[in-house]
């Protein structure tokens, strides 16, 4: 089928330069986890319609997907209501299929939602549209009824009388229509109503004046036609969007601590008994293997972590891999494509930056290792450094299998420490040390007895 997805509100009540559609549920745009849901859909022809400058939604869209798929984007010039959006992608449609409209701005949308309205689709049906009955229907279109229960339109809150804002049946934003029919009423619609607005709504109402066959199909869960248009709705629908996901993971067996103290802002699979305690925030894509612990209020970022890896509590690592056996932290960082081999154990306030630790090696205590390849059962003291940086370029510090650098020590890269030396502590090593070789670089110690204090 088609779909048209309205993406070119202006979102002034969002108080933000990024477009409303951008804002994030969970780590991803709000666009992006409707199309998410659409593109479960075969041989879908899909339209976005956005304003002028629309590149950045047209960025992340591309970002977030595979390049097979094909958005096609229609601009809507001026914004004239949603009725005048929809006319900006009728170019883009298949006439002999079905068009389905929603909203880039109605997150929460599920699939099998999207699968029974679209179902049992035949000749004889012309639209459909998904109404919910709920408790408090303000600020939505009220679904207006004849005497034997025939939808005859739709009115928008703006324009409803007293009487007709006691209806409790709203419209709850998808409306899937023949595409035939579409073109040919989409073109009545008018801006007289007290928005100066061309209403989308308005097509029911223009379709049972034409006695054709208009359909409802009713919402169970009313979370789902939530529409966000300024913070505080964004954190309500983020809310339940997360705890849908809580819910998914844990019927998929994974030990969260305290799910009201748990943030997933991005992709998660795991394997068996993995366990994430309290205050941990996880975005972008995440891995894990077998009997994962993740230790209280730690951070990660794009990670992988292989089977018995520990990260302890208040650990922030990003971009990095972690393979089986592997113990972290607490209180460590690592970033920027670093891999810490199997049995490894990285200890508190330690940074790992864009570096390789091989099986077995240590590093417990204090120290920075950036841009650095380091060998098996290496063991770094407390408090030593790779210094990378000269000023201009990162240099790279090599340290091969079963070396000893001794606490307080500084390698000032580019260096070599080869197999199996020893690195005296609080030594400045600037030249290469052979394999099995001792190296001390410090000044011989000054003391002075019998000195008394000024």
Known sequence: MNLILLAAGNGRRMKS????????????????????????LKNLNTTIVVQKDHNLIKENINKNFDEKKVFHFAIQNEQLGTGDAVKSALNHLDNSLFTLILYGDVPLIEFKTIKLLC??????????????????????????????KQIIKIIEEKDASVEERKIKEVFAVPLLIKTKVLKQIIRKLSRDNKQ??????????????????????????????????????????????????????????LNIIDPERFDIRGELTFKKNVTIDIGCILTG?????????V??????????????VEI?????????KL??????????????????GQNCRVGNFVEIKNSFLGFGTKASHLSYLGDAKIGKNVNIGAGAITCNYDGINKNVTTIDDNVFIGSNS??????????????????????????????????KQTTIKNWKKK
Do not use: W
Not at 196 to 217: G, H, M, P, W
Not at 323 to 340: H, N, V, W
């Open 323 to 340: 393979k089986k056996g592997s113990s972290i932290g607490p209180f460590a960082r690592l970033r920027d494509q670093t891999t810490i």
């Open 17 to 40: 330069n990024l477009p409303k559609v951008l804002h994030e549920i969970c780590g991803r745009s709000m666009i992006c986890r409707v199309l998410d849901i659409t593109q479960k």
């Open 410 to 443: 500084s390698l000032v890269a580019p260096i070599k420490i080869k197999q199996g030396a020893t690195i005296g502590a609080s030594s400045c090593i600037t030249e290469d040390a052979p394999a099995k070789s001792l190296n001390v670089e410090r000044n």
């Open 285 to 293: 894509k995440i891995k894990l293997g077998n009997n994962v612990l």
């Open 119 to 148: 179902a049992d689709l035949d000749s004889t049906s012309d639209l459909r549209i998904l109404t919910a009955n709920v408790i408090d229907p303000k600020g939505y279109g009220r679904v207006i009824r004849n005497k034997t």
């Open 295 to 308: 230790g209280a209020y730690s951070n990660l970022k794009n990670v992988e972590a292989g089977d018995n």
């Open 196 to 253: 100066n607005e061309s209403y989308l709504t308005d097509i029911v109402r223009f379709a049972a004046q034409q006695k054709l066959k208009v359909q409802s199909v009713n919402l169970k869960n009313e979370d789902e036609m939530i529409g966000v248009n300024d913070q505080s709705q964004k954190i309500f629908a983020e809310k339940i969007f997360k705890r849908r996901l809580i819910d998914f993971y844990q019927n998929k067996g």
């Open 312 to 320: 302890k509590p208040y650990c922030h690592i990003e971009n990095s």
